[in-house]
Nanobody, 126 residues
């Protein structure tokens, strides 16, 4: 069974960089054809797809976040990392990592993904 666990600071100051890690167990992040996504859900709003890194290391970002987002991976630790720069209070959300076994760019419906982390709350506040 594939399990995903998000981790990182729960509070980030405005203008700083938010960094989160998704630790994967039960499968290698290089397993064909898994795609490792980051999504978020601000309070009172729906899911927003942020970006994805594929089993081969290819990366796609949401156009609305492209200037501030970076997704990377550490294959030795079986982890995927999200960095979001120049954060504002509007970036306050529950952040999720989710895995799909097909390429489904920008999906925002939970059942389109095969595995989810439990989510981690990130608040942007001074």
């Amino acid at each position: 069974q594939v399990q995903l666990q998000e981790s990182g600071p729960g509070l980030v100051k405005p203008s700083q960089t938010l960094s989160l890690t998704c630790t994967v167990s039960g499968a290698s992040i290089q397993t064909e054809y898994y795609y490792w996504n980051w999504l978020r859900q601000p309070p009172g709003k729906g899911l927003e797809w942020m970006g994805v890194i594929s089993f081969s290391g290819s990366i796609w970002y949401s156009p609305s976040l492209k200037s501030r987002i970076s997704i990377s991976r550490d294959t030795s630790k079986n982890q995927v990392t999200l960095q979001l720069g120049s954060v504002t209070p509007e970036d306050t959300a529950v952040y999720y990592c989710a895995a799909a076994k097909t390429f489904i760019l920008s999906a925002t419906t939970k059942n389109q993904y095969d595995y989810w982390g439990q989510g981690t709350q990130v608040t942007v506040s001074s």
